[in-house]
């Protein structure tokens, strides 16, 4: 698939910005805080209705401002897909396919991107928060059902905060939501357990491509793969630790509570992998993402490169650039040209960006 154009009005710091993005490979160059960010930011909200900088949509629009709209040309199979996101601040979100307006569910099944920043080169070192968010981020954009039971299951996973937390607790009320907890929480543990079998085997390919000095693996903190074992090891879990919920007066069980494990040869990577080593794990976990969705859904999603060809050495850079299908159209940010090679900036389009306009 390609992104052919690209529109933001009033988009954070770009006020009107128009860009034909009908190239395979496009270097958007510019200083700091120029809004190069903004940019691979607005075309990821514009295929997944998220951002790995907010969850408030709020903060999109541009300060002093009271609306922004996000618009674009997809080709995909054969056909031309318009996508246009608009919002204004006292208004619900409207999202629109070839000018038809859609629902969120509908909307994000569309057009995928992959999202490779300098922030996920932390992914290793952040919080378990941190990597149950790229993992749902990068399992919604194969299975777009997944954002809705997770939103399902955080909501009753507040209200049965609230009747830990409440004066008595109702022993009844606390068997349906934890009943709740058990059908949306099996769901979810069984596509995250399916989506990261699914991943390892390109994963693990990526990274000896990359390294053949360590052997990579990962897997996720619950140890049941099939649905039922799944909901029964929750409930029986729920059961024994039902004391320490209402002493702790939180709900300290469920896919909440989950992480991922990554491994160099049986060791801990979190623990005892290089700098060097941590990179290659999420640079083989970006490219194991590309091929995963190419192969569920048929073609090729929009690979977007913020900032990160920088931390890089020369190594892995070149694995990137090259082991990148030509089928995949890559948006890269950069400060500079400099680090690319003569031969790769004879093939790309640049734009250069400044204070938010292309210049
Ligand atoms: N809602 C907003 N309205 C106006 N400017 C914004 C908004 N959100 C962020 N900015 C500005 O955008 C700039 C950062 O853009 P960014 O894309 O992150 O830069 P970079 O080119 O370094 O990637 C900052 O100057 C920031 O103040
Ligand atoms: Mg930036």
Not at 150 to 155: G, M
Not at 240 to 256: K, T
Not at 333 to 341: H, N
Request: aromatic share 10%; net charge neutral; proline share 2%.
């Amino acid at each position: 698939m390609r992104l052919k154009s690209l529109k933001l009005n009033n988009y954070r710091n770009c006020r009107d910005i128009s860009m034909d993005l009908d190239y395979d490979k496009i270097i958007i160059i510019g200083k700091n805080a120029q809004g190069k960010t903004n940019i691979l930011e607005s075309i990821y909200y514009l295929s997944s209705l998220k951002s790995p900088r907010t969850s408030n949509i709020k903060d999109f629009v541009k300060f002093g401002e009271s609306d922004f709209k996000v618009s674009g040309e997809l080709f995909k199979s054969d056909t031309d897909i318009s996508l246009e996101v608009e919002y204004n601040l006292d208004k619900p979100k409207t999202v629109k396919l070839n000018g038809l307006k859609t629902t969120p569910k509908n909307y994000k099944s569309v057009f995928n991107t992959v999202l490779f920043s300098t922030q996920d080169l932390l992914l290793l070192r952040g919080t378990p928060q941190d990597r149950r968010d790229w993992l749902d981020s990068a399992i919604a954009q194969i299975y777009p059902t997944h954002d809705e039971r997770l939103t399902k299951y955080s909501k009753i996973r507040v209200q049965k905060n609230n009747l830990l937390k409440s004066e008595e607790t109702d022993n009844s009320l606390l068997d349906v939501f934890n009943e709740q907890l058990v059908i949306t929480g099996s769901n979810i543990i069984y596509t995250r357990q399916k989506f990261l079998s699914e991943l390892k085997k390109f994963a693990i390919d990526k990274y000896s491509g990359i390294s053949s000095s360590e052997k990579f693996s990962f897997e996720y903190s619950f140890p049941h793969f099939e649905l039922e074992d799944i909901a029964q090891a929750l409930r029986e879990e729920l059961s024994e630790r039902r004391a320490e919920e209402l002493a702790r007066r939180q709900a300290c069980v469920g896919p909440h509570r989950d992480d991922i494990f990554f491994y160099l040869d049986g060791s801990d990577a979190t623990k005892f992998a290089s700098q060097g080593q941590h990179r290659t794990v999420v640079l083989a976990l970006k490219l194991a993402e590309i091929d995963l969705i190419t192969q569920k859904k048929g073609y090729s999603p929009v690979l977007l490169l913020d900032d990160v060809l920088a931390e890089l050495d020369d190594l892995r850079q070149n694995y990137l650039l090259k082991s990148i299908a030509s089928t995949t159209q890559t948006i890269i940010t950069s400060v500079d040209t400099l680090l690319f090679e003569q031969d790769f900036l004879r093939n790309v389009k640049i734009y250069n960006i400044s204070n938010g306009e292309i210049v």
